[in-house]
């Protein structure tokens, strides 16, 4: 099936450390979501984007669509212990079934206060 | 309770017997879907619906079945568990239309171990 590459894996940052994590597809995207998981929880969304080019923030968190469609990128500014968890990327290919996402494998952030 | 809520959040079965995992959510969204997380593969889809008793196979669907009676109840049951099907399973549902279908809020997660 159709893959994101989702890197890095996993982080360990110290507090106060900017983060920057991407996922990147041979495949062309209409939409680029980032999630974060944390322990024993279910995914929460943190942003969402739908045009190239696009760039939101919510908070300390940035996001990037790509230009090519193909990719996305997320950063987190100086980064706390509250930030610990799993990242995801997803994404609706074009022409794919609203609703059906492609995600990436996650990059596990761990932060040292 | 508002929201999407699964039940059970863990369970423990033994190989060849029947499994249903529920779903349900208290926001009228059209869409619901069914994930299942594993190390090492991320989050894959097993089935979706885009409205009551629409249902479409997702990445992973063999050994599971889905019904949309309702469209605020989506149940997910492996008719004969395997050890494979050992994971933890993720509902998630989201509005209908446009980008919002995109969107998608989980729930908590049911972790399931087949023995």
């Known amino acids: 099936g159709q893959q994101l590459n989702q890197s890095p894996q996993s982080m360990f940052i110290q507090e106060g450390e900017d983060v920057s994590m991407n996922c990147t597809s041979s495949?062309?995207?209409?939409?680029w979501l980032w999630y974060k998981q944390d322990p024993g929880e279910g995914p929460v969304l943190l942003i969402a984007l739908y045009k190239a080019g696009e760039l939101t923030s919510n908070g300390r968190l940035t996001a990037q669509f790509g230009t090519t469609r193909k990719d996305s990128f997320l950063n987190i500014s100086a980064s706390i212990p509250s930030d610990v968890g799993i990242y995801f990327c997803a994404g609706q290919l074009r022409g794919g079934s609203q609703g059906n996402l492609i995600f990436g494998k996650g990059t596990k952030l761990s932060v040292k206060p | 309770d508002a929201g999407i809520t699964q039940s059970p959040r863990y369970k423990i079965t033994e190989t060849g017997r029947q499994v249903t995992l529920m779903c349900h959510q208290t926001w009228s969204h059209s869409y619901m879907f069914w994930y299942r997380q594993d190390l090492g593969h991320g989050l894959r889809l097993i089935y979706y619906s885009a409205a009551a008793d629409i249902t479409d196979k997702g990445e992973v669907p063999d050994g599971y079945v889905v019904s949309r009676s309702k469209t605020e109840n989506f149940p997910l049951t492996l008719e004969s568990a395997t050890r494979s099907q050992t994971s933890v399973y993720f509902c998630a549902s989201s509005e209908g239309g446009g980008s919002g279908a995109n969107v998608l809020t989980f729930g908590a997660g049911s972790r399931l171990t087949v023995l």
């Open positions: 495949s062309i995207f209409n939409t």
